[in-house]
C-alpha cells in the first residue's frame, strides 16, 4: 500500500451490546493499534494499566484538558474519559490505522476535528436481549444496570449520523460487516493524496 494515511475508526455501542469483543477481533486480524484512553474511574480486576486505559486521578485528568492534551473528552457514567491527541497524531502520520472505543459524546466531537475519522455504531438486537446481557456480566448492580440501560436508549437515539449501523445479534455476522466496513475505509482516496500523481508519473 503505496504511502496511505492511518484509518481512524470510531465504534461506539451502548454497554453490553459486545463492542469490546468485535475490537479486539479486529485487533487481532488486522495490524490496527488500540487508542489507549486516559480515565478517571478505578481500574476493574484484570484491567492493566497502560494497557486498557491510563488510569489517572481527576487533578491529573483536568491539567490535561487545560494543556489541550486530548482529541476529545467526556464525562461517561460520572468518570472523566478521554483519547490523548499526541500518540493518535503520531499513528496515523506512521499509516498505521487506530481503533477507538469511545461514547457518543466523544464520537460527536472526533467527527467535527478529525476529517479522516470514520463512525461505527453497533446495536443490541433489542433493548430485552441488552438487558439481559448486563444482568449476565454480573459485574453491575441493579441501579448501574438501570443507569447504563437509560444511558442506552439515549445514545441508540442519537445515533443516525453515523455510517454504519451493525446489529450484533450473530457475533460471526456482526465480526464479517466490521471487517467490511473497516477495509473498505482503507481504501479511501483521502488517505492516498499522493496516488494518482504517482500512477500518472507527475
Ligand atoms: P468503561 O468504563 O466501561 O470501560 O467505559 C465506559 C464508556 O466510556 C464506554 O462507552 C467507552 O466507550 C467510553 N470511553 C472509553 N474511553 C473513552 C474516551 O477516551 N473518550 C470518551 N468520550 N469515551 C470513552
Redesign the pocket.
Known amino acids: 500500500m503505496m504511502g496511505r494515511q492511518g484509518v481512524p475508526l470510531i465504534l461506539c455501542a451502548p454497554?453490553g451490546a459486545g463492542k469490546s469483543t468485535l475490537v479486539k477481533k479486529l485487533c487481532e486480524e488486522f495490524d490496527l493499534s488500540f487508542s489507549i484512553?486516559c480515565?478517571t474511574?478505578l481500574p476493574r480486576a484484570g484491567e492493566k494499566d497502560s494497557i486498557h486505559y491510563h488510569f489517572i486521578d481527576k487533578d491529573t485528568f483536568e491539567k490535561k484538558i487545560q494543556a489541550n492534551e486530548f482529541a476529545?473528552?467526556?464525562i461517561?457514567?460520572g468518570n472523566y474519559?478521554?483519547?490523548p491527541l499526541k500518540p493518535l497524531i503520531e499513528t496515523l502520520e506512521k499509516g498505521k490505522d487506530i481503533i477507538f472505543?469511545?461514547?457518543i459524546?466523544?464520537a460527536a466531537q472526533l467527527l467535527l476535528s478529525l476529517p479522516t475519522a470514520r463512525f461505527v455504531f453497533i446495536l443490541p438486537p433489542s433493548l430485552e436481549i441488552l438487558k439481559n446481557r448486563l444482568e449476565l456480566r454480573g459485574t453491575d448492580s441493579a441501579e448501574v444496570i438501570e443507569k447504563r440501560m437509560k444511558n442506552a436508549i439515549g445514545e441508540i437515539k442519537n445515533s443516525h449520523w453515523f455510517e454504519a449501523w451493525i446489529v450484533n445479534d450473530n457475533l460471526e455476522r456482526a465480526y464479517d460487516e466490521l471487517r467490511s466496513f473497516y477495509l473498505s475505509c482503507t481504501l479511501a482516496p483521502k488517505l492516498r493524496p499522493q496516488l494518482i500523481k504517482n500512477i500518472l508519473g507527475k
Do not use: L, N
Open positions: 454497554s484512553s480515565t474511574r476529545e473528552w467526556a461517561v457514567h474519559y478521554g483519547t472505543d469511545i461514547d459524546q466523544g
